[in-house]
């Protein structure tokens, strides 16, 4: 199995940062794609940012411009970078890995969550 743990989040100022990370464990895994996800109370979960392995990048429209998502492939690592944070952007952020590793002479693929990061924003 891969698992995700999660890094970073808490409690800002409104225009503040927060960076969060978002660490795949388990070995020869080739991750296809890397993101983030969020929730806040009484919303459904929603796209913020995702990553390919290639660095293709996808934004929602509302954290254009002040978040970037970036991803070290050798470390299995994605981060967040989340500035000029808004009061809106208050949730429960979840890491989200697609991709597949080698185990037991076959290939497997994997869809794994991290266990999610609260970011509070304050006005």
């Known amino acids: 199995q891969v698992q995700l743990v999660e890094s970073g989040g808490g409690l800002v100022q409104a225009g503040g940062s927060l960076r969060l990370s978002c660490a795949a464990s388990?070995?020869?895994?080739?991750?296809?794609?890397m993101g983030w996800y969020r929730q806040a109370p009484g919303k459904q979960r929603e796209l913020v940012a995702t990553m390919t392995f290639g660095g293709n990048t996808n934004y929602a429209d509302s954290v254009k411009g002040r978040f970037t998502i970036s991803r070290d492939n050798a470390k299995n690592t994605a981060y967040l970078q989340m500035n000029s944070l808004k009061p809106e952007d208050t949730a429960v952020y979840y890491c989200?890995?697609?991709?597949?590793?080698?185990?037991?002479?076959?290939?497997?693929?994997?869809?794994?969550w991290g266990q999610g990061s609260q970011v509070t924003v304050s006005a």
């Open positions: 989200n890995a697609e991709g597949y590793y080698y185990s037991d002479y076959r290939t497997k693929t994997f869809g794994s």
């Open positions: 388990g070995s020869r895994l080739t991750i296809n794609l």
